[in-house]
């Protein structure tokens, strides 16, 4: 059974697919952003997530109106060094994961119970795996 957030704990994250997901209205992503809502969770998403949704076009105003809503993570330095440490501890190839892991690295420093919504959730579940942590502790991953 799931362990339920106390109000102002914890976060809601979304990659690229659960970023456009929010923008067309998702039932998935609704029904988590509500939660979150509901449960004073912050959302965030990483800002190299942008280059993935954003295209410089007048479609990007739906994407736009979320990213107002949700807070942005920059990409650090340290962030992009864990990434690839992340990459290379689940044997995935940098070329073809490397925002995946730089948003599963972003993921794994927020604030609990953290709920990922992702269109990728095997390849996410193996750049945040954390078998020394508590299996109520873990990132809780949604596909959409």
Known sequence: MARRAEVGVGTV???AQG???AAQGGSI??????QANGRGMRVIVSAITLAEVLRGRPTDVSIHRILAKIVQIPVT??????AGELLGAARLDGHTHA???VVAATTLEQERPVVLLTSDPEDMKRLTEQPEVDQRDRIAIFQV
Do not use: G, K, T
């Open 19 to 21: 970023v456009v997901e």
């Open 29 to 34: 992503v609704r029904r988590h952003l509500e």
């Open 77 to 82: 330095p340290e962030r992009a060094r864990r």
């Open 13 to 15: 994250v979304l990659d």
């Open 99 to 101: 925002i995946d892991a």
